[in-house]
Structures are given as structure tokens and as C-alpha cells.
């Protein structure tokens, strides 16, 4: 594909190939696979193995800096790293809450407010800068560091709403599920009704977060707590196996491509 740019326009950003996948079932399917490994393994790391939430936190910094530059250096979308990206900032998210809740003791109603102030200044900055918030259209750098910095602020922001709704109903694990996929119902119909779909894009991109957390919760969780007793390691074993089939699927098969389009910077 040959791009082309006016002499008299400053480049400013590296051109590229769209860098995200088209938003199908199997998006919405292998998002929520990731942030219920993103809520068991991060628990597995921290508390099963002893490692701490502070060391589990450093590793995962560590790996998702690694593995972004890597997401950042291809110049098109390319399913499987783009999909490892999304599971390790998942568990990095999730760790950065668990630290504001059990290591500084901060109330999840102050993080939560905190994050959703700190994502729509995300957004605020994107669209000032881009002057549109489009997932079709992640195709220079820039546009693409927005992007994966707004993910990160959506896992999460998505951890602490669904911990603080846990606090709040007191619900067990089954039961919690029950909310979040309401509103993820509630946010299809709407768009299917005719609402903007950047915002019911990202609606419903915090709330797969509290969604899949719940999930992994409910399968982990002992049956004598009204959980299935499957444990952390089973449960991020079981998605991560899912993943994989998931992701390999769509290497092979392409239906997550986006056609290749022309744009300029």
C-alpha cells in the first residue's frame, strides 16, 4: 500500500496499517477470556505462589513494557501479539487497583472516581490531538499509544467499579455476573437503537472488565462460597487454553482484519 503525503505537511506520527482487530463476536468473546485471566492469574502470581502484590506488580510492569514494544514496532494488526498485549495489560490493570485498595488502603469509590476522571482526561487528549476517538482508525503511533494508555485505564477503572459494586450488594460470586452482563446488554440495545458507537464501544469495553473478573471469581471461588471450585491456577489454565485456541483461530482464518485503507497523518 503506498501512502502518500504532501511535502508541505509535517509528519508527525509513523504511518501505518490499522493495528487492532474488527470489532466482532470473536472480539467481544476473546476481550472477556483475557480479563478473567487478567483477575486469576494475577491472583495466582500474588497469593497462591506467595509471590506479593508488590513484586507481581513489578514483573507484569516489566512485561508489558516489553511486550507493547513489541505491539508498537509491528506496522499492522497481528492477532497474537496484539491479544498477549491486551492479557498482560488485563492482569497490569488489575494490579494497580489491587495496590491503591490492599497495599494503600485507598476506598474503591475514590479509585474508582480517580480512574474515570483520569480516562476521560485520556480521552479528552486523544480527541483534541487526533480529532476523533475511532478504534478504525489506529493507524499512527501516536493514535496507537492513546489507544493502549485508554485500555489500561479501562481494566483498571473496570476493577475497581466491580469490586466496589461487590462491596456494595454484597452479592456471591454466580449473582455478580448477573450485573455486569445487564449493562453489557443494556449498551448493545442502545447501540443497536442508534447511540454513538465510540461511546458504547468503550461502555462496554470497561464493563467486559468487571464481567470477566466476576467470572474468573465465581469459577475460582470454593464451592462451600458459592463458587465452582475450579481455583486460580485451573481457571487462568482453562482461559489460557482458550486463548490460545481463540487467537490461533483467528491468525488462520483473518476474520478480525480489518480491510486496508489509505489514510493520511
Not at 10 to 16: A, G, M
Request: proline share 4%.
Amino acid at each position: 500500500m503506498a501512502t502518500h503525503l504532501s511535502s508541505a505537511t509535517p509528519r508527525v506520527s509513523r504511518q501505518l496499517l490499522n493495528k487492532v482487530p474488527e470489532v466482532t463476536v470473536w472480539f467481544w468473546i476473546i476481550k472477556i477470556l483475557c480479563t478473567t485471566v487478567g483477575e486469576s492469574f494475577a491472583d495466582y502470581i500474588n497469593e497462591t505462589l506467595g509471590v506479593g502484590l508488590i513484586p507481581t506488580s513489578v514483573i507484569f510492569t516489566v512485561a508489558l513494557g516489553a511486550i507493547l514494544y513489541a505491539q508498537m514496532r509491528l506496522r499492522a494488526y497481528q492477532a497474537p501479539v496484539y491479544w498477549l498485549t491486551v492479557v498482560i495489560v488485563s492482569i497490569t490493570g488489575t494490579l494497580y487497583t489491587d495496590i491503591l485498595t490492599d497495599q494503600l488502603g485507598v476506598p474503591l469509590w475514590i479509585s474508582s472516581t480517580v480512574f474515570a476522571v483520569l480516562l476521560a482526561g485520556v480521552f479528552a487528549l486523544w480527541y483534541r490531538r487526533e480529532r476523533t476517538l475511532s478504534i478504525h482508525h489506529i493507524d499512527t503511533t501516536a493514535r496507537e499509544g492513546f489507544y493502549w494508555l485508554a485500555v489500561l485505564v479501562t481494566f483498571a477503572l473496570g476493577t475497581a467499579v466491580g469490586d466496589w459494586t461487590l462491596d456494595l450488594t454484597g452479592w456471591g460470586p454466580g449473582q455478580a455476573v448477573l450485573l455486569p452482563l445487564g449493562l453489557i446488554a443494556a449498551v448493545a440495545a442502545a447501540w443497536r437503537l442508534g447511540a454513538g458507537p465510540v461511546l458504547t464501544f468503550w461502555l462496554a469495553y470497561i464493563l467486559t472488565r468487571p464481567l470477566g473478573a466476576n467470572i474468573g471469581d465465581w469459577l475460582a471461588t470454593p464451592s462451600h462460597e458459592q463458587g465452582l471450585g475450579l481455583g486460580t491456577a485451573g481457571t487462568s489454565g482453562l482461559f489460557l487454553a482458550a486463548i490460545l485456541a481463540t487467537v490461533t483461530y483467528l491468525s488462520v482464518s483473518r476474520v478480525d482484519v480489518l480491510p486496508a485503507r489509505e489514510t493520511a497523518d
